[in-house]
């Protein structure tokens, strides 16, 4: 820490995003990235933007806004694009939360929350899940605070349906409700079509997850076009120029190839279900996913040690120290043969260990 | 506005990015964005990139600062890697300005520096510029606030030498010193090399400009390794995979191309030359600019009708409104036929007006 740095934010931790490893020799199950690459569109249009560098990108992102408003049934008005769902998050933070309006989440969820919250100087609470690590709806009624919730969950997978979503809306009319749902896509519903009849919602999404595009930062929020404008005076305030020419390029290749993200979400899922299958089996308790991972735990191994013996035999996937979920792994979903692979490697590291 | 924006963002007034048309029909002399294509070698370098978009991006970004470090003579713990310059400038104010450090900047600068100090809600003091907008370096000496000075400044073009920038650090050892270096390599001297010995410095670059990568979104920050990590925190707590990981690739590329930078900047400040030369031919006064912009001003014409009628004639240069300055245009400085283009049409529409 220097001498100059201001006392507010001395004691500021911020977040430890997932290892990435510079080499290539590790099956990578950790940061929930997309086993598949992004479509050939995508590439194209982005290898082709890359040729105009010279001149900015667009700050209004309008091409990309449009084609987001037409894939997701809403008006460009009511999109906002960011780097990556995290920008957005963040800004919501910024925007719709001080000391008289705090935010609220659970206590199990997206590990960035309390930090945003942190960086911005928000107070929040964290509102435990339930034993079973599902969310207790009546929790979140009423209580006038921006509530913030990951859609399916994060790390436990778990979804709300839109019923739930759709009671918190109307019991909190008078603060922002934001639905983060990086991992849409893959079986949840997607509180999207809410927008319309609900000011109070803002969903916000990423190309990092289903479109393979974790590497081109980009994600986007949907609400009211007050909460949009709103958003966008941040947004302005602090870089105009947020999503560079090549990400928004892909972006709109990714949008105009739907069928290949709908192929992927499809395989993705039926590796979910085997992988499930095959971590139960050796006794492990899976949590029921909607999401590109699993979150596991087994009654006789320590999860910390499972975690560090896989890492040692170059499987990667991320464990969390946090009290209530130490004896959990995440293991993203990768291909088939990935899965097998890393199936092939915990028999072998566990051996006797597993029942 | 929503009713759901925090009270102390209900005057915030976002920055005002230069016009960025959607059509090819002008000669955009008016973000001062390169004429030219990036680096063979930065496009080739983000094409391949391009594949691999299903991996997140280094949040570390160590290849590139490397590369950086090597260059600049610093070392990679002494270089910090953002989404263009303004994000580095951001965190700047987020990190070491509060109510107890404000900011200081001049009058006539960056008009960017205004926003990041409301959105961080920190205080600021304006040093108006001298009568001939050269800065006074006595009025920064001792100052106790947080020091934002373009060099080259903006929209000017005049710099300042590394001996006063020196008087300024020796002067106000308790504070940070940032030196926006945007237009670096077009004839002013970088103070890159004081920070070995000023623990005080920041020096912010961009790629945008002489490196013709302003779609891509680079910029990047030099200092002590203290203030350095001070930055980081703040970057992890806001977006640690802040950049995109075809910009890594195609800044990494564009630093192995050292000898096409420096031919463009060369090429830019011939051309800056005969701009000056023939504005003053036709009677502007123009200021000293070691940028790739001038900033001319012309006795018989106004500036917003001569920057209007510019517009349609297909000419896009850049007006302000702030009274000290809205008799001037600022110009960037574009390959040698888009000048002389430029001034075909300038005398066509001036007729009579010039003398």
């Given at each position: 820490?220097?001498?100059?740095?201001?006392?507010?934010?001395?004691?500021?931790?911020?977040?430890?995003?997932?290892?990435?490893?510079?080499?290539?020799?590790y099956i990578?199950?950790?940061?929930?990235?997309?086993p598949f690459a992004p479509s050939k569109k995508a590439i194209a249009a982005?290898?082709?933007?890359?040729?105009?560098l010279q001149l900015y990108s667009d700050p209004e992102c309008l091409a990309l806004r449009e084609k987001l408003a037409e894939i997701y049934g809403a008006k460009k008005e009511q999109v906002i694009v960011t780097n990556g769902s995290d920008e957005v998050l963040n800004f919501a933070f910024m925007t719709f939360c001080d000391e008289n309006t705090p935010a609220a989440f659970?206590?199990?969820?997206?590990?960035?929350?309390?930090?945003?919250?942190?960086?911005?100087n928000v107070p929040f609470v964290e509102i435990p899940l339930n034993e079973d690590f599902t969310i207790n709806v009546n929790d979140y009624c009423g209580i006038n605070k921006t509530i913030f919730i990951a859609n399916p969950n994060a790390p436990t997978g778990i979804a709300l349906t839109l019923e739930d979503i759709e009671k918190i809306l109307i019991s909190n009319p008078n603060n922002i409700v934001v639905i983060d749902e990086a991992y849409t896509g893959l079986g949840?519903?997607?509180?999207?079509?809410l927008v319309e009849r609900y000011d109070n919602l803002?969903?916000?999404?990423?190309?990092?997850?289903?479109?393979?595009?974790a590497g081109a930062r980009l994600g986007f929020g949907i609400g009211n076009k007050d909460i949009i404008n709103d958003l966008n005076t941040v947004r302005y305030s602090t870089n105009p120029y947020n999503v560079n020419s090549m990400t928004l390029a892909a972006g709109i290749g990714s949008l105009a190839d739907e069928q290949y993200?709908?192929?992927?979400?499809?395989?993705?899922?039926?590796?979910?279900l085997y992988t499930t299958n095959e971590l139960k089996?050796?006794?492990?308790?899976?949590?029921?996913?909607?999401?590109?991972?699993?979150?596991?735990?087994?009654?006789?191994?320590?999860?910390?040690?499972?975690?560090?013996?896989?890492?040692?035999?170059?499987?990667?996937?991320?464990h969390f120290t946090l009290e209530r979920i130490k004896d959990y792994n995440r293991i993203t979903i990768g291909t088939k043969s990935q899965m097998q692979a890393f199936f092939k490697i915990l028999d072998k590291i566990c051996q006797g260990d597993l029942k």
């Open positions: 820490m220097s001498r100059f740095l201001k006392p507010s934010f001395e004691k500021l931790v911020p977040y430890t995003p997932g290892e990435q490893p510079k080499d290539n020799k990578k199950l950790n940061t929930n990235e997309s982005a290898k082709k933007a890359a040729k105009k659970a206590d199990i969820t997206y590990g960035f929350y309390k930090v945003f919250a942190a960086v911005n949840a519903q997607s509180a999207v079509s803002l969903v916000t999404m990423t190309f990092s997850k289903t479109r393979s595009m993200t709908k192929a992927n979400c499809k395989t993705i899922m039926e590796n979910r089996k050796r006794g492990f308790s899976v949590l029921d996913s909607l999401s590109n991972f699993v979150f596991a735990t087994h009654p006789k191994l320590d999860a910390n040690e499972l975690y560090l013996k896989l890492k040692e035999n170059s499987v990667l996937v991320r």
